[in-house]
C-alpha cells in the first residue's frame, strides 16, 4: 500500500539531511563544517477517510491539503437522516 494521495498524487519525496558543527561566522564563529550527509524521506500526511465517490461512500486516502481545500464530499452520518 503506497502512501500517496488518491487525488492529487502528492506521495513520499527522497532528501538530505546535514549534519553541521560549528559556529555560524555570522554569530562569532570560524564557521559551519559539514560532518555528514544522509537519504532521508519526507513523507506526506496521508489520512484514510471516507468518502462520496460515485455517488457511493467509499475508503480513500487522501492528503490533508485536499481535506482542508474541500476536494472531497463526505458522506452524511446515517444517525442524522431524520424520517
Do not use: E
Request: proline share 4%.
Amino acid at each position: 500500500m503506497a502512501r500517496v494521495c488518491d487525488y492529487c498524487g502528492k506521495g513520499t519525496v527522497s532528501g538530505g539531511s546535514i549534519a553541521r558543527r560549528g559556529l555560524p561566522k555570522k554569530k562569532g564563529g570560524v564557521g559551519l563544517n559539514i560532518t555528514g550527509r544522509s537519504k532521508r524521506k519526507f513523507k506526506p500526511n496521508i489520512q484514510r477517510v471516507r468518502a462520496l465517490v460515485d455517488g457511493q461512500t467509499r475508503r480513500v486516502k487522501v492528503c490533508t491539503r485536499c481535506l482542508k481545500s474541500g476536494v472531497i464530499q463526505k458522506p452524511v452520518a446515517q444517525a442524522q437522516i431524520v424520517r
